[in-house]
């Protein structure tokens, strides 16, 4: 099984990263093109790509990959090897980032809170979604405090965290990037 490739309308002028965690198929029923099925099936991206337009940005503007991007047999949540999987994929990600932007200005949207806790530097605290948030000081994590080097920004696709619902976030958003 081949795995989905990631996202890029125009390579060129990449405003932003958005990076999901790992593609999940039980019993290799379903089989993406593209991460989060993005050409064909907007279900898995569409929270994201309403956040996405919230602060100004559309599927043009952004690279889209996964951390892992091999197949899981499980989801996430309950995948339990999925923190040491997801730290071998690690070094990769920041190469395929690093060829795109070498200056490491473009910023990553995490899409869940599992990248944030796996991507962040061990001698960093480790900060619930809500404290992130809620907290300007916290974000964008900045790229000497994690492993991919650049800076990071809390995006996740938990409909509470929705930007429609965290207006001030997304004003916060609005005011560090014009997109």
Not at 53 to 79: C, R
Request: proline content about 4%; glycine content about 2%; overall charge positive.
């Amino acid at each position: 099984m081949s795995h989905p490739k990631p996202h890029k309308k125009n390579k060129k002028n990449i405003k932003a990263f958005i990076l999901g965690c790992d593609p999940t198929v039980k019993d290799n029923k379903l089989e993406f093109e593209y991460v989060f099925d993005i050409e064909n099936d907007k279900r898995y991206f569409a929270g994201i790509l309403s956040n996405l337009k919230l602060i100004g940005l559309f599927l043009e503007d952004v690279y889209v990959q996964n951390l892992i991007t091999e197949y899981q047999d499980e989801e996430t949540s309950g995948n339990k090897n999925w923190n040491e999987i997801a730290k071998t994929y690690i070094p990769s990600r920041r190469k395929e980032f690093d060829k795109i932007d070498p200056e490491k200005k473009i910023p990553v949207f995490l899409t869940s809170e599992v990248l944030y806790k796996v991507l962040l530097n061990d001698d960093q605290n480790k900060y619930k979604a809500k404290e992130l948030y809620n907290n300007k000081s916290l974000i964008p994590i900045s790229a000497k405090d994690n492993q991919l080097k650049r800076p990071l920004i809390t995006l996740y696709r938990h409909y509470s965290y929705s930007l429609s619902r965290q207006k001030e976030y997304l004003n916060y958003l609005l005011t560090l990037y014009s997109f």
